[in-house]
């Protein structure tokens, strides 16, 4: 057979409005994280979600909400997921390898973006669990620092080997080519297990409330001329947040209508 006759057959997209895994990482048993092809035309602003998901038993797409997690800049789209064994998309998705499909619907959305807040000094990234993806965002996004003199990301899971992708995250930002220079200095990151020993530890409500991250770092407690904050966790966390935050005097913002804070939901349901 003549070689030169050989062409490529291009790769088929077989699910609509595909996209290419390019790599995972699993974290725990509970939490695995992973970066997909970007379409083209998808443009974002840092801190919003997408729909993805895979192609159900009855041939019909399961989507589900995820917070981007990659900055707006970046080539490829990275998202941060927790394993629920029994969900419907999760005890699927766990399984990806590169090479792999998956659906992503390209219409961003959410309120934990930099429009919803009116300017400030300050800016507090409040999280739990995954609830950090948003951030991961935010915290690569050069426009966070040209806004705001000081980034705090505060950060609470169970355990510490909870906290890994969120470490290894900061920790690469500080050498990140493109923003590590106006991360400096400027990025304060207080992560804190509740359920295993660790240099911090506690809630964040129990640590906004009682002073003591405002001592751990040597900062100024919050007050609502300078600060303002983002938060994403379960929904009793981002409940009891929002009282802790009215209650420095910080109002909720929202895309119409910028404020002091923002709230979006984790996920949906009581927690596993
Ligand atoms: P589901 O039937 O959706 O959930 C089953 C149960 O698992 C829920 O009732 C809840 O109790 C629990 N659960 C679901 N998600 C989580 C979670 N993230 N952490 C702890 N418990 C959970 N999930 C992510 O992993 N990463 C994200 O970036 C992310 N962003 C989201 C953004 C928004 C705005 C919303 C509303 C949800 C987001 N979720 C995210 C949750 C996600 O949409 C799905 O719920 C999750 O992927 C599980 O899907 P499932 O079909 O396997 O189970
Ligand atoms: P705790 O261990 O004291 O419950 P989960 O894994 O249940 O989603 O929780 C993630 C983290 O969020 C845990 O460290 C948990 O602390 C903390 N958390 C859960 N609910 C709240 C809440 N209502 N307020 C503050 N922190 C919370």
């Known amino acids: 057979m003549n070689e030169s006759a050989v062409t490529e057959i291009p790769k088929v997209k077989t699910l609509p409005d595909a996209q290419e895994v390019t790599e995972v990482t699993?974290?725990?048993?509970?939490?695995?994280?992973?970066?997909?092809?970007?379409?083209?035309?998808?443009r974002f602003?840092?801190?919003?979600?997408?729909?993805?998901?895979?192609?159900?038993?009855?041939?019909?797409?399961?989507?589900?909400?995820?917070?981007?997690?990659?900055?707006?800049w970046d080539e490829e789209l990275e998202f941060?997921?927790?394993?629920?064994?029994?969900?419907?998309?999760?005890?699927?998705?766990q399984h990806i390898q590169p090479g792999d499909e998956i659906i992503l619907r390209p219409k961003?959305?959410?309120?934990?973006?930099?429009?919803?807040?009116?300017?400030?000094?300050?800016?507090?990234?409040?999280?739990?669990?995954?609830?950090?993806?948003?951030?991961?965002?935010?915290?690569?996004?050069?426009?966070?620092?040209?806004?705001?003199?000081?980034?705090?990301m505060m950060h609470t899971c169970r355990t510490i080997e909870e906290l890994e992708y969120g470490k290894q995250l900061v920790e690469n930002l500080v050498n990140d080519e493109l923003i590590g220079e106006m991360v400096e200095g400027k990025l304060k990151y207080y992560p804190t297990t509740t359920r295993e020993e660790f240099h911090h530890m506690g809630r964040i409500t129990d640590n906004l409330e009682n002073g003591k991250v405002f001592k751990d770092l040597g900062?100024?407690?919050?007050?609502?001329?300078?600060?303002?904050?983002?938060?994403?966790?379960?929904?009793?966390?981002?409940?009891?947040?929002?009282?802790?935050?009215?209650?420095?005097?910080?109002?909720?913002?929202?895309?119409?209508?910028?404020r002091e804070y923002v709230v979006e939901k984790a996920f949906v349901g009581d927690g596993i």
């Not at 939490?31 to 998808?42: A, D, E, I, K, M």
């Not at 941060?80 to 998705?93: C, E, F, M, R």
């Not at 990234?125 to 965002?137: K, M, Q, R, V």
Request: aromatic share 10%; hydrophobic share 40%; net charge neutral.
């Open 219 to 258: 900062i100024a407690p919050m007050n609502p001329e300078t600060d303002r904050a983002m938060v994403c966790g379960s929904l009793a966390f981002n409940k009891d947040v929002m009282a802790v935050l009215e209650g420095f005097g910080l109002r909720e913002g929202a895309n119409s209508e910028p």
């Open 80 to 93: 941060y997921s927790i394993k629920v064994p029994d969900g419907p998309l999760t005890s699927k998705l």
């Open 45 to 72: 602003r840092s801190g919003e979600f997408v729909m993805i998901g895979l192609m159900g038993d009855n041939g019909k797409p399961l989507l589900r909400a995820y917070s981007i997690a990659s900055p707006n």
């Open 108 to 152: 961003p959305v959410g309120t934990l973006v930099h429009d919803a807040l009116l300017p400030g000094k300050r800016v507090w990234f409040l999280a739990t669990g995954t609830g950090i993806a948003p951030f991961a965002s935010l915290m690569r996004d050069p426009e966070t620092y040209e806004k705001f003199d000081e980034v705090i």
């Open 26 to 42: 699993h974290w725990t048993d509970r939490l695995f994280s992973f970066r997909v092809t970007r379409p083209q035309s998808l």
